[in-house]
T-cell receptor
Framework: DAKTTQPNSMESNEEEPVHLPCNHS???????IHWYRQLPSQGPEYVIH???SNVNNRMASLAIAEDRKSSTLILHRATLRDAAVYYC???????????????FGQGTILTVHP | EAGVAQSPRYKIIEKRQSVAFWCNPI?????LYWYQQILGQGPKLLIQ????????DSQLPKDRFSAERLKGVDSTLKIQPAKLEDSAVYLC???????????FGPGTRLLVL
């Protein structure tokens, strides 16, 4: 499985933007970049995903490097409710035993200060 | 739309006892997953069902863990006998297909003493 590298933890202040980085230098052409987050005592929830172009939704934005070897999840205005573990995951869309699977790493623990 | 339901939410057992967890996926979702999440780690896939058939159980410790999804809807995961290292949160997730977004339940927190 293609691997991702994320910082163990990051901190932010409430109402400020947060940029969560992810490195995935071994990404293949058939891997989508997915982000999930896990709030305390809850199951993971989907945040956003993309292939090549930057993506926006109501929760966040995803900026993907031109060579696709890294990406950044952007929370435009962090709130206390955004404190969670954020997972960057490569999801294969074709072929092999990894097809469709989500392989979670340890993620980034985001702390938001009031 | 109702989410993924799991029960019980918490369970404490002695080692060598048996335990079972139940999951009811989102209505109409054909794909169902069981994950194990040990404290401080990300979730690890144990087994994936497509309708009532097993797609992947390569990381399921089959000597003690079993899972079924007999009617292609709800599912049970069983541990028999439990070991101390089975203490973890067991998460169930479902998706409409194996490539669509996975929706997770709240999990069952298991403590083996």
């Amino acid at each position: 499985d293609a691997k991702t590298t994320q910082p163990n933890s990051m901190e932010s202040n409430e109402e400020e933007p947060v940029h969560l980085p992810c490195n995935h230098s071994t990404i293949s052409g058939t891997d989508y970049i997915h982000w999930y987050r896990q709030l305390p005592s809850q199951g993971p929830e989907y945040v956003i995903h993309g292939l090549t172009s930057n993506v926006n939704n109501r929760m966040a934005s995803l900026a993907i490097a031109e060579d696709r070897k890294s990406s950044t999840l952007i929370l435009h205005r962090a709130t206390l409710r955004d404190a969670a573990v954020y997972y960057c995951i490569l999801r294969a869309i074709a072929g092999g035993t990894s097809y469709g699977k989500l392989t979670f790493g340890q993620g980034t623990i985001l702390t938001v200060h009031p | 739309e109702a989410g993924v339901a799991q029960s019980p939410r918490y369970k404490i057992i002695e080692k060598r006892q048996s335990v079972a967890f139940w999951c009811n996926p989102i209505s109409g979702h054909a794909t169902l997953y069981w994950y194990q999440q040990i404290l401080g780690q990300g979730p690890k896939l144990l087994i994936q069902f497509q309708n009532n058939g097993v797609v992947d159980d390569s990381q399921l410790p089959k000597d003690r863990f079993s899972a079924e999804r007999l009617k292609g809807v709800d599912s049970t995961l069983k541990i028999q006998p439990a070991k101390l290292e089975d203490s973890a949160v067991y998460l169930c997730a479902s998706s409409s297909t194996s490539m669509e977004t996975q929706y997770f339940g709240p999990g069952t927190r298991l403590l083996v003493l």
